[in-house]
């Protein structure tokens, strides 16, 4: 903890040892002092060797100082409205300055003085080397006295003496030690003042004016009774004093007020017999006038607003039942019922703001819950009303900040909309062509292979598909776009296998016209494409191959296949996808060969497929009697027989027929699993999805999947406002804010509460209407949105009212108050103090004995300070109820605003305590020569104290003790919460 000390001078180094004066120069004669010390023998001290007369400059040697030593201006420079009481002063970081070049005596003084005149008094003129003024005998203060009022003021940590700290820090520009030069005129109040910090000897002002030195420059730069003196300036500065009243003077004139003994405080009548202009709505019901008490956004403490308090309760229930049949109109014509039928023309089609619509989604008035009470309820309606009117009012700048907020999201919706049509094409394109492929078909695709399927068995992962062929006894080659463009649908080999049986099919003679035996012939086309599309257990390979359906192996079971390089396991949909794209390329060779030329073959073929024995062989005749007219049947047969034979053979690695062509990697899903696996990997909304998450990351795409109705739909946003509505409230509609404030008293004060109800029903308006200019303006929202939830200061990151689209419809307006958990108390302050003193500091005292000078006192600073106007104040203080404070004895302190030390007097009023103490001394108590202060008793003044004052009298004083005197400490006026709210109601 540190402590103010007040010290009448600093001189260090030689000045301080000047004893004499030569030429308008301090001069001393320095000594040297010798001891002698021999180990073992005590030190002998020699007498002091003078030395030379020596020289130092003096104040005609300069004609300034450096100017970044000023380190505060009291009252600052500008100040158009400062204290008159208080004495104008300069501080000096070098606390020696004003004794650097002072001359030796008893008592030095300065060679620095300040002085302070009015605008009419004199100005600044252009000079050499320095600027003059043109001071009168009324600016100029006896310099006799200037010892007086010149003192280092010292901040010393307990237990550390003020000397040390002062030679430890003096000249080091550390504010914790400073050099104070004062003024002691009395200002006048309401005047204009010039500063001016100017030599106080003739040998300064010659230097100054760059006249030769004069022969008496040792003497004051002036003499009382001077008419005037033409001096050089040092530093200056201007400043003006406000009209007469200081601090204590006008917060004494604050009295506390209890708000509802105030007539029309507090409340709004509003007349509401007309609630349509055009249409008297009322007619028959109501009596000619209607009223309901409105209140605002803040209202007395006890006060209920949570029901409307008509003048006519009939009124009011005919009210309410034309406002829901009034709004409920739009959303009634919308109703399914209404569908279809012809609109009514005497039905609203347009209706009043159904206020909160926007963010629930109901298009008619809920019959209870927040909803309800704001769009049926008066006060709530015009209190959304205003919200919505602020933003008509101020919809460019709020809509050039929404801008501002909306960043990167446009070109994120851009890259949204491109990829989600490009999603839509591609699907429509994969319906349109790849959809209706069978199996074999689809699997020509070249790009599958490369695509990432999931296996069935834990811990694989997904594996692309010509990883599964790799290890299963699938050729190699298959996985290769050489072998698509060898099968493909189209290729010659497809259209050289299948010839024969297109041939046969499109010669088929009409039925009866032929034997049986031809016609089942044409059935040859569709039994192939059944065969490309067997299960995994009754693939055409394994019978084309000839294998009996009782030797394929269950699934499961390892077995070793005739392609396979090493074991494998039955029931492998990579051998079923290989199997169905090879019989695709042999069939129609591999059929004529194994089961019609075999002729020992008598295993009946698998009853999935029937027994197209007869068929092929049918198939077989037609096309051997094509290619050889006139040549028998069984003439023909060995030939193709033992060509295809060999030609078969080749490319099964002529493994016996008995092996099983089938080898696994116990996958153990079909080639139906495997085909819808593969076109779910391809489907181009999920592969969309991923390029969008790559891209705009988790945080925009992380919520979404592609089962969603629109996965790839525009990132729906809001701005968020961080300033506290409220003070936009008070500024436009203080009367909203405050109804009857305009009205309230001068250097008055008195609590009120916050309407959360108000506040929130506020909030809904404004929001709602926000909402509806930004989809106008094309931002992209979905008008659900809260752009504004913060109403009282402080704004930002400070907790809102929260998402309005997440409160709950049976809430009750007020619900959702950020403070209802720790209230919020709030005191109105209105006087001349607050225009003359605008710092001024108000806090909250939890009093001890109804007095808040002890240390137990607990302290409550405002969470807010809200301006009304320049003489009216509202101080927001958290966590306190009315009731809380009148219990516990609250007090609310009004304190004087202090830029740093203030030197002066009070100015005496009726409130005044006696002069029993120096700090109870007035300006009417203070002693004073032509304006000036003088440091001695003068016309009785100041009166003599009573014994035990420190220090005891005014004369014989330092410089410190003028110091201690003349320091004014902050004032503050305390004043009860009872006597703002009186008692709580029983």
């Not at 003497?219 to 004093?241: C, N």
């Not at 839509?424 to 062509?433: D, G, I, L, T, Y």
Request: charged share 20%; proline share 10%; net charge negative.
């Amino acid at each position: 903890m540190t402590r103010r000390w007040f010290i009448s001078s600093a001189e260090v180094g030689a000045a301080a040892d000047a004893t004499s004066v030569t030429g308008s120069r301090p001069s001393f004669s320095p000594a040297v002092r010798i001891t002698r010390a021999i180990k073992g023998m005590e030190d002998e001290t020699f007498p002091d060797r003078p030395g030379p007369a020596l020289q130092l400059l003096g104040p005609g040697d300069t004609i300034g100082f450096d100017r970044a030593v000023v380190v505060r201006e009291e009252p600052p420079p500008g100040c158009p409205n400062s204290p008159a009481n208080y004495l104008a002063h300069v501080e000096f970081s070098d606390a020696s300055l004003p004794w650097l070049l002072s001359f030796p005596a008893a008592r030095k003084v300065p060679w620095l003085a300040l002085l302070v005149l009015r605008d009419d008094e004199g100005d600044l003129k252009q000079g050499v080397p320095l600027p003059v003024v043109e001071a009168p005998a009324t600016a100029l203060p006896d310099l006799g006295d200037a010892w007086a009022w010149v003192h280092v003021e010292a901040r010393v940590e307990d237990g550390e003496t003020p000397d040390g700290a002062v030679t430890r820090d003096v000249r080091s520009g550390v504010d914790n030690v400073v050099a104070r030069l004062i003024c002691p005129r009395a200002l006048d109040p309401d005047q204009g003042w010039l500063a001016c910090v100017v030599p106080a000897t003739k040998a300064g002002v010659a230097a100054g004016l760059g006249d030769t030195p004069p022969p008496d420059g040792t003497a004051p730069a002036w003499s009382p009774g001077q008419p005037h003196a033409r001096l050089p300036v040092y530093h200056s500065w201007r400043f003006r004093t406000g009209p007469k009243g200081s601090f204590e003077e006008l917060a004494r004139k604050v009295a506390p007020v209890e708000g509802d003994s105030l007539d029309g405080f507090g409340s709004r009548t509003v007349d509401v017999r007309h609630p349509w202009p055009h249409k008297d709505v009322l007619q028959g019901v109501a009596p000619a006038q209607v009223t309901v008490r409105v209140h605002g956004a803040l209202r007395l403490p006890h006060t209920d607003t949570a029901k409307d308090v008509w003048s006519d309760t009939a009124s009011m229930q005919k009210f309410r039942e034309l406002i829901v049949d009034h709004l409920d109109a739009p959303g009634a014509r919308r109703q399914p019922d209404r569908v279809g039928m012809p609109p009514d023309r005497d039905e609203k089609a347009v209706a009043a703001p159904l206020y909160g619509s926007h963010h629930t989604g109901a298009q008619q008035v809920p019959a209870d819950g927040w909803m309800n009470e704001l769009n049926t309820q008066v006060k709530y309606r015009i209190a959304a009303a205003i919200g919505a009117r602020y933003v008509q009012l101020e919809q460019e700048f709020l809509m050039a900040r929404a801008w501002e907020q909306v960043g990167e999201v446009n070109e994120a919706n851009q890259a949204l909309a491109a990829t989600e049509l490009a999603a839509e094409a591609a699907r429509a394109a994969q319906a349109k062509h790849l959809d209706p492929m069978r199996t074999a078909p689809l699997t020509e695709l070249s790009s599958l292979y490369r695509d990432v399927v999931e296996t069935e068995e834990e811990g694989t992962g997904g594996q692309p598909v010509a990883s599964l062929l790799r290890h299963s006894a699938v050729p190699d080659g298959v996985a290769t776009t050489a072998f698509v463009r060898l099968t493909r649908p189209g290729g010659a080999l497809r259209r050289r296998s299948s010839r024969a049986m297109q041939v046969a099919a499109a010669t088929v003679p009409a039925p009866g016209a032929v034997p049986a035996s031809d016609v089942s012939a044409a059935a040859a086309a569709p039994f192939l494409s059944r065969a490309l599309d067997a299960s995994k257990l009754s693939l055409p390979s394994t019978w084309l191959a000839g294998v009996d359906r009782s030797a394929i192996p269950l699934a499961g079971e390892v077995v070793h296949g005739p392609m396979a390089a090493s074991e494998a396991r039955a029931g492998d949909p990579s051998a079923a996808f290989a199997s169905q794209t090879l019989n695709d390329v042999l069939f129609g060779l591999w059929m004529i060969a194994v089961d019609f030329c075999e002729e020992g073959i008598a295993s009946p073929m698998f009853p999935e497929f029937g027994n197209p024995r007869q068929e092929l062989e049918a198939l077989f005749v037609m096309k051997q009697e094509r290619e050889q007219p006139g040549e028998p049947h069984a003439a023909a047969r060995p030939p193709v027989r033992q060509g295809a034979l060999r030609g078969i053979r080749r490319k099964i690695s002529a493994e016996e027929r008995a092996t099983p062509l089938l080898a696994a990697a116990g996958l153990g899903m079909t080639s139906g699993t495997l085909v819808t696996r593969i076109r779910s990997a391809i489907r181009p909304v999920p592969q969309a999805m991923g390029h969008m998450t790559s891209r705009l990351g988790q945080v925009v795409m992380g919520e979404r999947t592609d089962q969603d109705a629109r996965p790839l739909r525009p990132i729906m946003t809001h701005p968020e406002f961080g300033f506290p509505v409220g003070a936009e409230l008070l500024t436009r509609w203080p009367e909203w804010a405050v109804p009857g404030i305009s009205a309230f008293p001068d250097n008055s004060s008195t609590l009120l509460e916050p309407n959360p109800a108000f506040v929130e029903a506020m909030l809904v308006g404004l929001n709602q209407e926000f909402n509806r200019e930004l989809r106008w303006r094309e931002y992209p929202t979905d008008e659900a949105g809260t752009p504004f939830s913060r109403f009282w200061p402080p704004g930002g990151a400070a907790p809102g009212y929260g998402e309005i689209a997440r409160w709950a419809l049976d809430d009750k307006l007020g619900d959702h108050d950020p403070d209802r958990g720790t209230s919020l108390l709030v005191v109105l302050i209105r006087g001349e103090v607050l225009q003359r003193y605008p710092g001024t500091v108000v806090l909250a005292a939890k009093s001890v004995d109804r007095k808040v000078e002890s240390p137990d006192v607990t302290w409550k600073e405002p969470r807010f300070v809200l301006p009304v106007d320049e003489r009216t104040n509202l101080y927001g203080f958290a966590g306190l109820t009315a009731a809380q404070a009148v219990a516990e004895h609250w007090m609310f302190v009004m304190r004087e605003p202090m830029r740093g030390a203030q030197f002066g007097f009070d100015v005496r009023t009726p409130q005044s305590p006696p002069f029993d103490s120096w700090p109870n001394l007035t300006w009417d108590e203070v002693p004073t020569v032509n304006g000036f202060v003088v440091p001695r008793v003068t016309g009785g003044r100041p009166p003599a104290l009573a014994p035990g004052q420190d220090p005891p009298g005014w004369e014989g004083l330092a410089a410190s003790n003028f110091a201690r005197i003349l320091f004014q400490r902050p004032f503050q006026l305390a004043f009860s919460a009872s006597a703002m709210v009186g008692e709580p109601p029983a």
